[in-house]
């Protein structure tokens, strides 16, 4: 048996928590700190965060360089924004400190996709740190990309690829439902498009990884958001959706080889959603289909691919890292 | 862009053809030199061997070592045999001439589940070749393991999984067909089946390496091979297959951990099967679920994981290793 990876939650938003949650039932990973910085959260003892019945001894801190410092961890699951500039400094801070990175940032996934040149500048510091930042997670990170970069592996060529996510926001928590305008008319939901807090991030980057995954130099990236609407009312625990008014998103990638569309992902969001599923088609020598029937859960299956994937950064070269070139993911024990 | 990677291939079965085939087509991957034993084959140029219209200046040639030594390949698709102990000389002939080799020998998917020496022997001969040697295809490989695995990542926690494969035979090649026993009768069957000539091999091998990948110590694998019996008169291009007789096989493979069953592979390749496909079901949080609704088809698809896992090979750090330690199998141009 090896020591476990010693391993410090950076974050504690609701997928942060379900992270660190999960940490502390791992045999082969030590959760030894925990850092935000929402003062109605540091000084906290984790199990009230969590809600678990006995104190774990790991107490909210907000100076995320004096507890690496302290701490010493092996690495860093890392859960507070999706924009990468947002984070630099954090991730930063971590790799100065030799700590491996696992990152929900959606935008870190294919970070020089939107921002080359801070990511050339992150490998930098991650090289000299000794430490991998790796960023992943369900969607992106899993389910319309890394999936069918996978399932490419048993063709003998792939000409397009199409993949298709639909969630039903009913059974998702608050913010998803907010995020997708469920409950909004359609007037306030075009207000309020322009402001670009509607629809998933990082739908950019898993066209991208799938483009670099599957080998298409593609020329040009394009992605659309537009509501659905519902077609009866709908009253979820958080909020009431009206027929004809928003019920939530579509959200659409494309990658483009000239003028061909080789690249077509297609997301739907939003209350009464009906079949949730995840569906991955590739256009390709021999056809191949992949499905997941129930459609993966994202907010529980991105905590788990987080904490999965802690082993696989440690054991990377040093650098940014994608799920690419990271070892496969597979359960931690 | 890099150079390509050389390649020689090594064994001209069914599937090596179909791997030589490809990799004449793949750009970042380039076909140096053939090798197989058959006299048959020996002398003549690829072109005839895959019935392509223009010659390809590779020549099938006999003698493995000598052709390494002329080519100094930095990779060989190897598809000679099913058993380790075969394949160990042509395997340190590789390694020796610092050859990465990615090969469809099923026992070589977890070498050291029935050959602890053995593997340690070729690991040490692959590290002091500088060379990897990898073990993978379709089933075992993925379909009934890999793919598993790859589930894990987006759960928390997994408690048991079970692989079902369906294969329609009478839509294989003749070999197989003859190897799930269609067309025997019963009692035929019965009379070969210690001959062990009959089911898939591998089996263990999945199990085993769903063991590893999934974190389940188990105590006891096992494997059971039946008949399936033609509920209808089946007619084949290369054989009949009457009502009541044999129209192929039901393999199975269980994982124990003491008493309980955490791992159930099970297998039908029988002619008529109807719905082939390849399903996966983890018994974990969240249950996941992942479907190939047409099934993998699988000797297309071993050619090409196997073409598709050399750049892999090539990266891999030295020894013997196994799809879990290798990078993401995706398909390479």
Redesign the interface.
């Known amino acids: 048996m090896t020591d476990p990876v010693r391993v410090v939650s950076l974050g504690l938003g609701p997928i942060g928590q379900a992270a660190a949650k ?1 940490l502390l ?1 791992k045999s082969t990973l030590h959760l030894v700190g925990a850092v935000d910085v929402d003062p109605a959260k540091v000084g906290k003892d984790l199990a009230d965060l969590l809600d678990l019945g006995e104190a774990t001894g790991v107490v909210v801190e907000s100076d995320l360089g004096a507890a690496l410092a302290r701490l010493q961890p092996d690495a860093v699951v890392h859960c507070t924004s999706s924009f990468l500039p947002v984070v630099e400094e954090q991730l930063r801070t971590c790799v100065q400190h030799g700590a491996n990175v696992v990152s929900s940032t959606e935008e870190l996934l294919v970070p020089d996709h939107q921002h080359a040149e801070l990511a050339q500048a992150l490998d930098e510091a991650a090289r000299a740190g000794g430490a991998t930042i790796l960023g992943t997670g ?1 969607n992106p990170g ?1 389910a319309m990309d ?2 069918a ?2 399932a ?7 000409t397009g690829v199409r993949c298709t996510r639909v969630v039903d926001a009913a059974t998702r928590r608050e913010p998803l439902q907010r995020k997708v305008g469920a409950g909004l008319s359609k007037s306030e939901f075009h207000k309020q498009l322009d402001t670009g807090r509607f629809g998933h991030i990082g739908m950019r980057e898993s066209v991208a990884l799938v483009a670099r ?3 298409f130099a593609v020329d040009k990236i394009e992605h659309t958001v537009e509501p659905v609407l519902a077609p009866e009312d709908h009253k979820t625990p958080f909020l009431f959706v009206k027929e004809g008014e928003v019920a939530g998103i579509r959200n659409l990638g494309f990658g483009y080889l000239g003028k061909r569309r080789v690249i077509e992902l297609d997301l739907s969001m939003y209350v009464g959603a009906p079949d949730p599923h995840d569906l991955i088609e590739l256009e390709s ?10 459609g ?2 994202g907010d ?2 991105t ?3 987080l904490v ?2 802690l082993h696989g950064a440690v054991a990377c070269a040093p650098g940014v890292r994608t ?11």
Do not use: H, K
């Open positions: 999960l039932q369900v899993f890394f999936a970069v996978v490419s592996a048993v063709t003998f060529d792939v995954g599957l080998g020598v021999p056809p191949i289909q992949m499905r997941f029937p129930d993966i859960p529980q299956a905590a788990a691919i999965n994937s799920v690419l070139e990271a070892p496969v993911p597979r359960i931690a024990r």
